[in-house]
């Protein structure tokens, strides 16, 4: 959809959600658009729930590393903002036969063989309601840079 078509769309989903006062069950790559609709996010790959949280939370470090790579996947018109650029490499895996370990082992850049290629990852709470399936541990979760920034245009003084 273009731009202009998807707003209008999703303003009528939040109309209609608002108005009937339900739950809208929203499926999408696009986590622009999931952002302005979802209080909750679940991010899912090859089937399985990779990170679950409230939208601020999954929009800020920790991630889950796909969700490290959708977020740097979402387009960003403001110029006040910078993007880190995350390119996914590897194997796509067959939804049909899916690797041992992690489903997202084969394309993550975390990676850590004999580990997450053999090991289903634990689910781990982070935060109440903040959940990820990963083996990275703590310090590498916690150490992540954001996907997002503001641009530092402060102006240099001169000497």
Not at 23 to 41: E, G, N, P
């Amino acid at each position: 959809l273009d731009v202009s078509v998807q707003a209008a769309v999703t303003d009528l989903l939040m109309d209609i959600q608002r108005e009937n006062r339900t739950t809208l069950l929203f499926i999408s790559h696009d986590l622009s658009v999931v952002r302005y609709l979802a209080d909750r996010i679940v991010v899912m790959y090859l089937g399985q729930i990779m990170e679950q949280g409230k939208t601020e939370e999954i929009f800020s470090p920790p991630y889950h590393p796909y969700t490290e790579a959708l977020l740097a996947a979402v387009p960003i018109a403001d110029t006040k903002i910078e993007k880190r650029h995350i390119v996914l490499k590897g194997e796509i895996p067959s939804p049909t036969n899916p690797p041992k370990g992690c489903p997202f082992s084969t394309r993550c850049m975390y990676m850590m063989p004999g580990k997450c290629d053999v090991d289903a990852p634990p689910m781990r709470e982070l935060s109440p309601g903040h959940r990820i399936l990963c083996h990275l541990d703590e310090d590498t979760l916690n150490n992540m840079e954001p996907v997002f920034s503001q641009k530092d245009d402060a102006p240099v003084a001169a000497e």
